[in-house]
């Protein structure tokens, strides 16, 4: 307990350790599987057209799953007839077979930060390589005759085009003569409403579950990292909130978190979703599970107790489907006015979710009000460091007051000598003479941890933050600084490998990480005096591969923190070490510290 310095130096090691186990392990063994994954898929046998698809219903066990065709987007769109979808966000159409949500694109979202570059697809269908969609039916049984399933064609009976203003309705009648008549709207975003209305014209009633699904036929080739879950995702009732990865089901049974009446479930990516929120009357079983019989594909679904409808009768089933971008209002909305149960969910706000949200709702104010994420992150960085300034300022009048004392604790060292137990007790003995508390510099930092890891998440996970621009070169906070030293940042004609990527930003970070270092005396330990040097050296490479906007924010609270030390320690008379140790580092012999 002689020096409160190397609780700071357990808790940067600590740190090194993290970031240097993501740079050095997880970074690399997530490129490895992302090239196996890619080769993997390349080196897959083409297939031929099935003649049919099964019902891949749950419970049930899909033989026949329609193989991939080698064919285009647009040639297996220009197979059956479909229904237009225009709205102000989402383009795409909805296939008559099947009544399948399997062609939409997301108007606002580019797949780089060039304006003129493609939009997302979102969905896609089943033929293609990357065929993704969603699907509402029924099972039924002998008594109900031909319910609506993967195979069925539906006739359009009113409405050319889905529009944000108006819906389309279509019709199924089978041969037991109960009728379909499935009413779809949407919503100036991602929501989609799908309002079946069962008529029985027959002369026995009918036994009808409803069901969902939402099946992919390949997953992401970049695996995603440990902070951030893609996969599948659900609010099962009271069995609350599913995370499942990809993994989990390939190389296990499928999850069946139990029946429920309320929730919702999907597929999840990191900006992108696709989810369904069962009727929210009649109790469900969900599953989440993989397939591989004729293809693989991975899928979540539902299936609804049955209910019975009476001859000359007639029900009404609601499902909603929301397929589209993660927008964190938008999000919200959807759970108040729909009264979904947990939706917010959607977005992984990780572990800290109680700093995290609060944190990107108090960056979205100061978005709204400068029109910067980048501007919105350095004053958000103020208010979270006017929030810590008491713990700050007890932090280094701590520090200023154990300079203080050192010359006494000097002392105390040379009257005890090997008296190590003599030692600490006078030690102690001289901190609670002068009030001092050995370890209250630490509790800020380690305050400040949470905080830090959760900004990270949100200018990783959020959407807002993607392709968000700065200033100047920076048109995209959520990926890393694209210059690099190596280079002379762009003068030299060659590009620079991944890893040399050391821009400007995480060079600014570097020097106020190394300046505020030296705002305190060098160790007199020659171990720590070398982690004292490097570390900033260290921080350097190690966040260049972070995102900008995270690099950013580490270099302007570095700044903010040397001004209020600055403050705090001149307030208390202790000395400012800052340009003695920078003169220190020219000399041959450098000052020891006071």
Not at 67 to 72: F, L, V
Not at 267 to 290: F, L
Not at 385 to 414: C, G, H, R, T, W
Request: aromatic share 12%; with cysteine.
């Amino acid at each position: 307990m002689e020096n409160n310095r190397n609780y700071f130096v357990a808790i940067a090691l600590s740190v090194v350790i993290l970031i240097a186990w993501q740079f050095l392990y997880i970074n690399p063994k997530m490129e490895k599987e992302r090239i196996a994954a890619e080769q993997a898929e390349l080196a897959k046998p083409q297939t031929t057209p099935a003649t049919g698809e099964a019902t891949a219903l749950p419970g049930s066990t899909n033989n026949a799953a329609v193989p991939g065709t080698g064919e285009s987007r647009d040639q297996s769109l220009a197979k059956s007839a479909r229904v237009a979808i225009d709205t102000p966000a989402l383009s795409g159409s909805i296939n008559l077979t099947g009544a399948r949500f399997d062609d939409l694109k997301l108007k606002e979202y580019h797949e780089t930060v060039d304006d003129k570059s493609p939009i997302i697809t979102l969905l896609s269908p089943a033929e293609t390589k990357d065929g993704y969609f969603t699907e509402l039916g029924y099972v039924g049984n002998e008594s109900s005759g031909s319910a609506p399933g993967p195979q069925t064609v539906w006739t359009l009976k009113s409405g050319t085009q889905l529009t944000h203003s108006t819906p389309v309705t279509l019709t199924y009648t089978n041969e037991k003569g109960v009728t379909f008549d499935r009413t779809i709207s949407v919503d100036e975003h991602f929501m989609f409403q799908v309002d079946d209305k069962i008529t029985n014209a027959g002369a026995e009633p009918v036994s009808l579950s409803s069901y969902g699904r939402v099946t992919r036929f390949s997953k992401p080739t970049t695996p995603s990292v440990y902070v951030l879950h893609e996969g599948f995702i659900g609010v099962i009732g009271e069995h609350g909130l599913q995370e499942i990865k990809y993994d989990k089901v390939e190389n296990e049974a499928p999850v069946e978190p139990g029946k429920a009446t309320t929730g919702w479930l999907g597929i999840t990516d990191k900006y992108w979703a696709t989810t369904i929120v069962p009727p929210q009357a009649t109790p469900y079983e969900s599953r989440y599970s993989h397939f591989t019989d004729g293809r693989e594909r991975f899928q979540t679904d539902y299936k609804q107790d049955p209910i019975t409808i009476a001859a000359g009768q007639s029900a009404d089933v609601k499902n909603l489907v929301f397929a589209g971008a993660k927008q964190v209002p938008l999000v919200d909305g959807y759970e108040a006015s729909y009264g979904i149960p947990q939706f917010d969910l959607l977005i992984d706000w990780g572990w800290f979710y109680f700093i995290t949200k609060p944190m990107f709702k108090l960056m979205d104010f100061f978005f709204r009000y400068f029109g910067n994420f980048g501007v919105a992150i350095l004053m958000t960085t103020i208010v979270v460091k006017a929030i810590f300034f008491p713990l700050a300022s007890k932090q280094y009048a701590s520090m200023a007051n154990m300079k203080k004392v050192q010359p006494k604790m000097e002392e105390l060292k040379k009257k005890f000598g090997d008296d190590r137990m003599g030692l600490q007790q006078a030690m102690m003995q001289l901190y609670k003479d002068e009030k001092i508390n050995p370890v209250a510099g630490c509790w800020p930092i380690l305050l400040q941890i949470p905080v830090f890891f959760a900004l990270y998440k949100v200018i990783y996970v959020t959407i807002e933050m993607r392709h968000a621009p700065f200033f100047g070169w920076i048109q995209d906070l959520s990926a890393p600084d694209p210059t690099s030293i190596f280079n002379l940042f762009g003068l030299l004609p060659f590009e620079v490998p991944h890893m040399l990527l050391i821009g400007v930003w995480p060079l600014v970070m570097g020097v106020t990480m190394f300046l505020q270092m030296r705002m305190n005396p060098t160790p007199p330990d020659p171990t720590q005096a070398m982690l004292f040097t490097w570390m900033p050296v260290v921080f350097t490479f190690m966040l260049a591969s972070f995102p900008a906007g995270l690099v950013i924010y580490w270099a302007w609270n570095n700044t903010l923190s040397i001004i209020q030390q600055a403050y705090i320690m001149k307030r208390h008379g202790a000395k400012i070490e800052l340009f003695d140790n920078l003169k220190g580092l020219f000399s041959k012999k450098p000052k020891p510290a006071e």
